[in-house]
């Protein structure tokens, strides 16, 4: 007699992806299922990033689940609160919290051949078996401070973006922000207004495009609310605007002229000194780097009290940084804002499989690497969202997280089918296949060649984060599932 399973499947990560995904799993009939979160609640990523000005980069409502629309947004680029207080309302419904586990923190999944089940072994608890597994916790769950001499010899206050104390005051306070990426554009604003003195510690500049933010009035939301079709629609303009903007990454032409036209034309207005606009102005391609909205990251470097120190940092001291062209800066503290392991499989939660392969272990041999970004050769029933090659850099990571669920539920369908122990895996050959194929389209883009070197390449030099195309194309490349293309293993 097969041994049976605890659950039909197991969702690791309560963060926007795993709470997608036990809408998706909900919402096609399925009971049987949990997600397992370490903290005492969702948000992942919106939950854990609470540092000053921290918001969405896309519109408001491409930041929602389709499923579950939100008329109620104050403003078209909503706050790290309210987005939190999105994701806390839907995850509540009845009918969906009674699958969310938390104060479940997984420490390993391995399957069991012998049994053809995920085992997830849990710190403090009995372990859980599930027959398919689903990794939600996301690419930006783990994050990055750089192995630079001397950190652990500096006396000041040291702070990561995305581990923010919440009692953290810089006034009055000398202060370096580390990086000029995403969170850097709106931490430094915040800090600039009460710091004595702002140092901003620039590798290398960014794009910075106008954001455009307003407030919703009520009236607007009222209508959202009595008349979801003209939210549905406003949903589609802003998807189809940045669908046409994201050309730009993929070829030079009228998206791309325009992207361009805007950020050198902010430039010029907002930054008075010639010399520091040119120092504030990227030499790579748009694209290459995630491109940033601010209204008031350029003009802050017009405020006396701050300083762009444009050169790599090379070390710390007691007292503050040393950067790479000699410069130093003695500060109260450090604000790390350098991001996340994106491509770094290190530390990565032990996934391992019926041969003993760990995941992160594989990956950091050979890079990390997918089917479509969700599925992997040699871990059967296993799905990983946004994985590798399955983000973007025009638009909102929901798109992708939507795709991906109707190609795990579609596949999930399909093991359904198996009488179990059974097991749908990917051989290893249609997985090169299709990694050949991402590398080769990436290679006409914006993301291909040795001159653009982002978070996106991985320590082999190859790019593992960008799939090489718009929403759409990766909606309709999710659209067909084909059973033909796995391998039934039976136990």
């Known amino acids: 007699m097969p041994t049976a399973a605890d659950l039909d499947i197991a969702v690791i990560g309560a963060g926007f992806s795993g709470i997608a995904a036990a809408i998706a799993l909900k919402d096609a009939g399925r009971q049987r299922f949990a997600v397992f979160e370490r903290a005492a609640g969702v948000g992942g990523v919106w939950r854990d990033n609470i540092y000053p000005g921290c918001r969405c980069d896309v519109p408001s409502q491409l930041y929602e689940l389709a499923a579950r629309p939100n008329p109620g947004w104050s403003r078209n680029f909503a706050p790290q609160p309210e987005i939190l207080a999105y994701l806390r309302q839907v995850s509540a419904e009845p009918g969906l919290a009674d699958h969310f586990r938390f104060g479940h923190d997984v420490t390993e999944a391995r399957f069991d051949a012998a049994k053809g089940l995920w085992r997830l072994k849990i710190f403090g608890r009995a372990a859980v078996t599930a027959r398919a597994l689903i990794v939600a916790f996301g690419p930006l769950s783990r994050p990055r401070i750089p192995n630079i001499p001397g950190r652990e010899s500096y006396g000041g206050l040291q702070l990561h973006s995305a581990r923010w104390g919440p009692g953290a005051d810089f006034a009055g306070k000398r202060v370096a922000v580390i990086g000029t990426g995403a969170s850097a554009i709106q931490i430094v604003p915040e ?243 299709y990694n050949a194929w991402v590398q080769a389209e990436l290679a006409n883009t914006v993301w291909g060649g040795a001159a653009c070197n982002s978070w996106y390449v991985d320590a082999h030099g190859v790019n593992r984060a960008i799939f090489p195309g718009l929403c759409e194309d990766y909606r309709r490349h999710m659209l067909s599932f084909d059973g033909t293309d796995f391998n039934v293993q039976k136990f």
Do not use: M
């Not at 207004?193 to 794009?207: F, K, N, T």
């Not at 455009?212 to 009520?218: L, V």
């Not at 041999?365 to 970004?373: D, H, K, L, V």
């Open 191 to 433: 800090i600039a207004r009460d710091a004595e003195q702002l140092y901003v510690v620039q590798r290398s500049p960014a794009w910075i495009l106008p954001r455009g933010e307003r407030r919703f009035t009520a009236a607007e939301r009222a209508l959202y609310r009595r008349l979801p079709a003209l939210h549905r629609l406003g949903r589609a303009f802003h998807y189809w605007k940045l669908e046409f903007f994201g050309h730009a990454y993929l070829h030079k032409g009228l998206a791309y002229g325009a992207l361009t036209g805007a950020a050198r034309f902010k430039r010029w207005r907002e930054v008075r000194d010639p010399e520091l606009r040119r120092r504030l102005t990227p030499s790579d391609r748009i694209g290459c780097k995630r491109a940033v909205l601010s209204e008031d990251y350029l003009s802050t470097f017009n405020r006396p009290n701050v300083t762009l120190i444009d050169s790599a940092l090379d070390r710390l001291d007691a007292a503050g940084v040393i950067c790479a062209d000699g410069r130093r800066a003695d500060v109260d503290a450090v604000i790390w804002a350098t991001g996340f392991h994106v491509t770094d499989p290190a530390d990565l939660l032990p996934v391992v499989n019926a041969e003993g392969v760990e995941l992160a272990g594989l990956w950091q041999r050979e890079g990390p690497q997918a089917y479509r970004g969700t599925v992997v050769a040699g871990f059967p029933n296993f799905a990983y969202l946004l994985g590798p090659n399955g983000g973007l850099g025009h638009s909102s990571a929901v798109h992708f997280v939507e795709s991906q669920l109707r190609y795990v539920l579609a596949y999930l369908d399909r093991l359904n089918t198996l009488t179990a122990p059974a097991a749908l895996d990917l051989p290893r050959d249609r997985q090169d296949g």
